[in-house]
């Protein structure tokens, strides 16, 4: 098994540079970069940008005059909206950002960085993107972890249940909500939560923004957590409605299966009970197909899942970040986050061939590459 992990390992490496290169590349393709979004803000269309540029008050003026009086001495710039600008404030404005190399030295200077897990800086917030994605992760380990507990607590419960009863009027009934969880997208379910509980229309009963209320530092650790759990409350109910529709139908499907093979009937001939049968039989094999799901639901449920909660419920997490640096064309915090994913879900599914063996010793991963 030890020999399995260290392949696993060494082919996260090319497997992350082929991911990062690919992104990276069509990245270059998109309009409206950290420059032209610069070159923008100069021609007026955006927030005054001489505060980011020190140094050059005297191009700003000469650039902007030149642009009023609608004469470029540029000529035709690779840049749009670039035109009347002189070319040493474009160059001022490459060179800011990094953009006065050639793609391919500054793709291999960023992953000579990220090998190191330097992330650099943010373009737009003036921030290390480290301290950037460790400001914003702990609203979304709130809800991803909480999401996760909550989706596996319902889920595997009524699944076996439904396995159990199939085709019974309890299947049938659950089948409809189900359907109807999974059909609904968690921002709709989220909007009408809102409408219900939170002000909308009908009742003032939770938070509309925020994981905390002003003043929380004050409070006592036991209002301190009643305030927490009460502002989470509206986000996370409207990421499970989502999640354990398809989790429990997994978990039904997967006992099926197990439920109609011939050591069942042999336990049960035994004379053990159902829940002997059940959870001491079935469980560990059923449960195979569910834990290997586990890692994707977990990265889902953290990054893109709650991506419109956040915005949403206005809490400031990964999905959030994400969202605006794309918006922003920030990209050290776009291909840090990318990089980190990506990582981290390569690293859980290793963990989750780990949890295969311990679970059921019969899998037998060398073998399998013997």
Do not use: C
Request: glycine letters at 10%; zero cysteines.
């Amino acid at each position: 098994m030890l020999a399995y992990i260290l392949r696993r390992l060494l082919l996260v490496i090319p497997t992350l540079f082929g991911i990062m290169i690919i992104n990276f590349a069509i990245i270059q393709f998109a309009p409206g970069g950290p420059v032209e979004q610069a070159i923008a803000e100069w021609q007026g269309q955006s927030v005054d940008a001489t505060s980011r540029f020190s140094g050059t008050g005297s191009d700003i003026q000469g650039g902007t005059s030149e642009v009023s009086g609608g004469q470029s001495s540029g000529g035709v710039s690779k840049y749009r909206g670039a035109q009347g600008l002189r070319p040493e404030i474009i160059a001022e404005i490459e060179k800011q950002y990094g953009f006065d190399r050639p793609a391919h030295e500054r793709f291999f200077n960023m992953m000579w960085d990220y090998a190191r897990f330097d992330f650099g800086e943010s373009y737009f917030s003036n921030k290390r993107v480290v301290d950037l994605v460790l400001e914003k992760m702990p609203v979304s380990i709130s809800l991803g972890l909480w999401t996760t507990i909550i989706v596996y607590l319902i889920s595997i419960p009524l699944g076996v249940r439904k396995a159990v009863r199939d085709d019974s009027r309890f299947d049938a009934w659950t089948s409809g909500v189900i359907v109807a969880g999974y059909a609904i997208p968690s921002f709709l379910f989220s909007i009408l939560l809102i409408v219900l509980f939170s002000g909308g229309r009908y009742f003032d009963l939770f938070p509309l923004r925020g994981l905390t209320s002003e003043g929380w530092d004050l409070l006592p650790w036991w209002k301190q957590i009643l305030d927490y759990f009460w502002h989470i409350t509206l986000p996370v109910l409207s990421m499970v409605i989502g999640g354990f529709a398809g989790l429990t139908m997994l978990t039904k499907n997967s006992f099926l299966d197990q439920i109609k093979l011939q050591y069942v009937q042999t336990a049960r001939a035994k004379g053990l009970s159902e829940n002997q049968v059940l959870y001491g039989h079935v469980f560990r094999n059923a449960m195979l197909i569910v834990i290997a799901g586990f890692p994707a639901m977990f990265i889902g449920i953290l990054f893109t899942g709650a991506l419109l909660i956040e915005v949403i419920f206005s809490l400031d997490g990964l999905g959030l970040l994400g969202y605006e640096a794309a918006i922003n064309r920030d990209y050290p915090v776009m291909f840090a986050i990318l990089y980190i994913f990506t990582l981290v879900g390569m690293l859980m599914q290793i963990i989750r061939d780990v949890m295969y063996t311990i679970i059921d010793p019969r899998i037998d991963f060398e073998a399998r590459q013997a």
